[in-house]
């Protein structure tokens, strides 16, 4: 059976952390290792880690140089033939997601599978405020500024050791620019499977001000040249695609 790894990159989330480690943990698919990585937190969460991590969990806990230093880390310790991401504010739509992930990817043509996501409030992860339906990959969109929801990708391993992990000069926008990696010049080939596999909290770090949504189109902006899927008509196009979410 082929094993998945699920990283958790986390720092101070001791009110979420355990929403994010149950999920995991709640997954029928038996063969999973969930790889939480730590940035030196001091508000409780490692006490919460403790609490509620059971056998398939594998903890390390570092300061390091931000979310997705702290992603790198927990890629490099992860073991799985497959991996992907669960964020610390995060949780599954339902115990059987990994389950689809696994069967997905037993075609050995594809390198990739993603599927959809809703936004849900932070007070209340039942309440979902915007539905983000994806639809399936077509390589044209990325000049449209379309992405698949990252929350919900998961990718062989082979693509990480090939294509690199996340650029972390980027402080906002690395996993935009990682996957246009990944499918601008690693050309690997993703399946859609039209579910609901994970539900976020809103108040993410690329919206929290105005500021941050200013850095994260620069950010964008810059992931979308050195990828070359096109210019500000690419971002304008992006960013325009989230107002259909809330409807």
Not at 126 to 150: C, E, F, N
Not at 189 to 208: D, H, I, K, Q, T
Request: no cysteine; aromatic share 8%; proline share 3%.
């Amino acid at each position: 059976m082929t094993t998945i790894s699920v990283v958790t990159a986390v720092w101070n989330r001791a009110t979420t952390i355990a929403d994010a480690i149950e999920s995991v943990a709640s997954q029928d698919y038996p063969d999973v290792k969930h790889v939480v990585q730590d940035g030196g937190s001091t508000d409780g969460t490692l006490d919460v880690i403790a609490r509620v991590a059971g056998p398939r969990v594998s903890l390390e806990s570092a300061r390091d140089g931000g979310i997705y230093d702290g992603i790198n880390k927990g890629l490099t310790r992860a073991t799985g033939d497959i991996v992907g991401l669960m964020h610390s504010d995060d949780l599954f739509a339902g115990p059987h997601i990994l389950g689809r992930v696994a069967e997905a990817l037993e075609d050995p043509e594809i390198d990739g599978v993603y599927g959809d996501l809703d936004y849900v409030s932070a007070g209340d992860t039942t309440r979902v405020i915007r539905k983000w339906r994806s639809g399936a990959y077509d390589a044209r969109l990325l000049h449209r500024g379309w992405m698949p929801p990252h929350p919900t990708l998961y990718l062989r391993r082979a693509v990480f050791d090939r294509w690199g992990m996340y650029d972390t000069s980027f402080r906002i926008a690395a996993d935009y620019d990682a996957m246009l990696r990944y499918l601008v010049k690693g050309r690997v080939r993703l399946a859609y499977v039209p579910e609901v596999f994970v539900r976020m909290r809103m108040g993410g770090e690329s919206n929290r001000s105005l500021r941050k949504m200013i850095e994260k189109s620069r950010e964008d902006y810059r992931a979308i040249r050195t990828n070359g899927v096109g210019g500000m008509g690419t971002l304008a196009l992006k960013n325009l695609s989230k107002i259909q979410q809330f409807f």
